[in-house]
């Protein structure tokens, strides 16, 4: 069984913003050794190491997951996609030379 990280007993009560609600998560157990170690060399709480990771990477999973929402509407059909010539001809850069410079920065 997978031990469960209780955010409840480590919270921030010193915190100015409003906390909410408590949740428990199962994790495995080197995730959670990882947590603890970062918790004790930061002397901060689990809760408060969750929370930061929470708001720093959930918005990129939000927008991973749209991005494979759209992908699935593309290829199922539901959405059409604009091919590049028609968006070029309508916003009159059909005639533009592209700057080869610029792909090679892209990777």
């Known amino acids: 069984m997978l031990p469960i990280v209780d955010i409840v007993n480590n919270v921030d009560m ?15 157990e080197e995730l959670r050794e990882r947590l ?41 059909g539901r959405v059409q996609s604009v091919p590049l010539a028609v968006v070029e001809r309508e916003l009159g850069l059909n005639d533009v030379p592209v700057d080869a410079s610029v792909l090679d920065e892209i990777e």
């Open 14 to 28: 010193s915190a100015s913003a409003p906390l909410g609600r408590p949740i428990s998560v199962r994790l495995p």
């Open 36 to 76: 603890e170690a970062l918790a004790t060399a930061t002397r901060r709480s689990l809760g408060d190491i969750v929370r930061e990771v929470l708001e720093r990477d959930l918005s990129e999973l939000e927008w991973e997951h749209r991005l494979i929402a759209s992908a699935a509407d593309l290829c199922s």
